[in-house]
């Protein structure tokens, strides 16, 4: 049997690697936003493993790292506000085009980087 922490844990590694597919693709707004559903859902295992209740159903990474109890650093807290920024703004039609725009690979691809190296960290809150 999978438990809840399992399952967040699962659902992050199948974003990771969505992540990936999109940065060998090249689309670089997906790349930001499977990183952010990826962190999100590895805090979210975090939460669930340390409470044994479901996480809280919100989406901004400093609140879920604040209710995980997780001292996370200045630097990991700008990350943690700046992907958060992705999950919003892919959100919304108005808002796809001009972040696309804006987003290049160089900078999808330190996304995807720091993303591993954070959700690394964090597995390792959970073992």
Known sequence: MTTIPEKWK???LYDLETAKAMLESGRWLY?????????EKTLKAVIAK?????????????RLAQVAKLEIGDENA???????SYYIQTRYPEEISEIASKTQPEKALQIFSKTEEFIQWLESKIQ
């Open 10 to 12: 699962n659902q992050a």
């Open 31 to 39: 790349v930001l936003f499977c990183c952010q559903q990826a962190v």
């Open 50 to 62: 340390k409470t044994k209740e479901c996480p809280p159903r919100i989406h901004q990474l400093m």
């Open 78 to 84: 700008v990350f943690l506000r700046e992907l958060t």
